[in-house]
């Protein structure tokens, strides 16, 4: 089946620093994928669409300097946040639409970023 | 806004007995239903989606959906322990939407 991996599983770093996060389809193009970011006990709350060779959207709300989103081939998307802050730590999961015209998603096993 | 409102939970179920998730949709436009399990500290798995107004049943599970009364809901027959976990209902949108909006999720626990 459809796969999609997501590196790094998990990260702690220091307060103004850097974070990147690569998410890929192993087996399958996926020229949409999905970031969204969970907080403990809450929902998924999408944070953006990324779109391959052109610019992510991004949902109401979600600051696109700060969550900087790469999506540079058919198979790879990276999500970088940019001077993390303490209130970024949350688990952030990636996904993909599987073929053309379906509507379900494969969610990569998610990065838990933590900054102190 | 649109919204996916789920009960949060605990719900608990005996093993075996047959349990029953709901879940409300404030955007009548919307064309696409999921559920997904979501277990401690993971990512979520795809369960089952439906797109049209009835059941839809896959092994133990049975989706229903009424768009008239923005109203989905997922059965689970014969639960098991294994089956404890958090259950997200997801819904997108018509008219071109992308992502999914999920719920906050109900915490189902399957007691041995």
């Known amino acids: 089946g459809a796969v999609v991996s997501q590196h790094p599983s998990w990260v702690i770093c220091k307060s103004g620093t850097s974070v990147k996060i690569e998410c890929r389809s192993l087996?399958?193009?996926?020229?949409?994928m999905f970031w969204y970011r969970q907080f403990p006990k809450q929902s998924l709350m999408l944070m953006a669409t990324?779109?391959?060779?052109?610019?992510?959207?991004?949902e109401q709300g979600v600051e696109k300097d700060k969550f900087l989103i790469n999506h540079a081939s058919l198979t790879l998307s990276t999500l970088t946040v940019t001077s993390a802050h303490p209130e970024d730590s949350s688990f952030y999961i990636c996904?993909?639409?599987?073929?053309?015209?379906?509507?379900?998603?494969?969610f990569g096993a998610g990065s838990r970023l933590t900054v102190l | 806004q649109k919204e996916v409102e789920q009960n949060s939970g605990p719900l608990s179920v005996p093993e075996g007995a047959i349990a029953s998730l709901n879940c409300t949709y404030s955007d009548r436009g919307s064309q696409s239903f999921f559920w997904y399990r979501q277990y401690s500290g993971k990512s979520p798995e795809l369960i089952m989606f439906i797109y049209s107004n009835g059941d839809k049943e896959d092994g133990r599970f049975t989706a229903q959906l009424n768009k008239a009364s923005q109203y989905v809901s997922l059965l689970i027959r014969d639960p098991q322990p294994s089956d404890s976990a958090t259950y997200l209902c997801?819904?997108?949108?018509?008219?071109?939407?992308?992502?999914?909006?999920f719920g906050k999720g109900t915490h189902l626990i399957i007691q041995p």
């Open positions: 996904s993909a639409r599987v073929g053309q015209g379906t509507n379900v998603l494969t």
């Open positions: 997801a819904v997108r949108a018509g008219g071109g939407a992308d992502g999914l909006t």
């Open positions: 990324s779109n391959e060779g052109s610019k992510a959207t991004y």
């Open positions: 087996d399958f193009q996926a020229t949409t």
